[in-house]
């Protein structure tokens, strides 16, 4: 059956919305989400089915930016990040509660059930509730060389990027307790692996028996350069002269929050630098959700959109709860 909404509106939602463009009703939402990838979207699908009127505000420069590819997701295994995107939007277009923005939050007043926003191009919007998806970002790659190669042959994550490395020579670039975390999950897919801390190694002696043990090389002379070519990996240079040949790496990325108006708002942030949440995304503060990199160590797209699917059925059921005690549905 067709749905009775207007297919106008489906047409007006389905674009990139300029901000200019959205009208009164529409900026006095329901929820405003603010980080437009997997978690963000699929959060505002779910709130869009709901029949919530939602605003998804994305500044359109997501983190895997620098990755050819997305793996781990169930029937868009190996899709270009962008291209996930693209049809995620798309298909938010079915739904005329929900609009999507390219723009970023600056400032954010008020409290659960009149929340007030404005934007960096002047617009200004009020909600009833707030999920942040806006997820983690890299703060500067400071090796020579990573930086080429971040995304096309060094990767953060081994359920992403591991089956395309599998039975390869690598090289991790980590240490102390990061190190020992990853270097036994990276041998699932290959046991041939050096290890670079990049300076002092901060493991204990048993620890660094342990990699002995599996016959893992252990450098913690500083790296001078990796050397690549079109993005691929060909060796990490330290500042001795050594040189450890490989064809990929997987390195521990230095992180900061995608946004820090949660922290403004009062919200508790963990000491990984994570927003501290309930099972559903709730945060410390009443009306405030939040899901996927933002709230989560494990960044893998799949992930991050199961949460936002979560969190969104939180806040709808929230409004709704509301609504029926005022007597409005």
């Not at 979207?41 to 919530?52: H, I, P, Q």
């Not at 190694?201 to 690549?228: N, V």
Request: hydrophobic share 40%; net charge negative; aromatic share 6%.
């Amino acid at each position: 059956m067709k749905n009775p909404e207007s297919t106008a509106a489906n047409e007006v939602n389905t674009k990139e919305v300029n901000t200019k463009e959205v009208n009164t009703d529409a900026a006095n939402a329901d929820a405003v989400i603010i980080g437009g990838g997997p978690a963000g979207l699929n959060a505002a699908l779910m709130l869009g089915r709901a029949r919530k009127r939602t605003i998804v505000i994305d500044a359109g420069q997501p983190r895997n930016a620098v990755t050819r590819e997305a793996h781990g997701f169930l029937t868009r295994d190996g899709i270009a990040p962008f291209e996930l995107r693209r049809i995620a939007i798309e298909q938010l277009g079915a739904y005329p509660s929900v609009s999507h923005i390219e723009d970023t939050v600056v400032s954010i007043t008020g409290e659960d059930g009149a929340f007030l926003l404005e934007t960096a191009s002047g617009l200004k919007l009020t909600s009833k509730k707030l999920l942040f998806a806006a997820g983690m970002k890299d703060r500067r790659l400071d090796i020579p060389g990573l930086a080429k190669v971040y995304g096309k042959s060094a990767f953060v994550c081994p359920y992403c990027d591991g089956w395309e490395l599998r039975d390869q020579p690598l090289v991790i670039i980590s240490r102390g307790a990061a190190l020992m975390h990853l270097a036994p999950l990276l041998y699932g897919w290959t046991k041939q692996f050096a290890v670079c801390t990049n300076g002092p190694d901060e493991l204990t002696e048993a620890e660094r028996e342990e990699l002995r043990a599996h016959a893992i090389p252990l450098f913690d002379t500083p790296i001078r350069e990796i050397a690549s070519e079109e993005g691929m990996v060909k060796h990490v240079k330290l500042m001795d002269g050594t040189e450890i040949p490989c064809t990929g790496i997987f390195f521990r990325p230095e992180l900061a929050p995608g946004t820090d108006l949660p922290h403004s708002l009062g919200c508790r942030i963990s000491e990984q630098g994570i927003l501290e949440v309930g099972e559903s995304g709730q945060t410390s503060m009443p009306g405030i959700y939040a899901a996927g990199d933002a709230a989560t160590m494990m960044h893998q797209s799949i992930a991050a959109a199961a949460s936002g699917a979560l969190a969104a059925a939180a806040v709808n059921g929230e409004l709704n709860r509301e609504a029926w005690k005022a007597g409005l549905v």
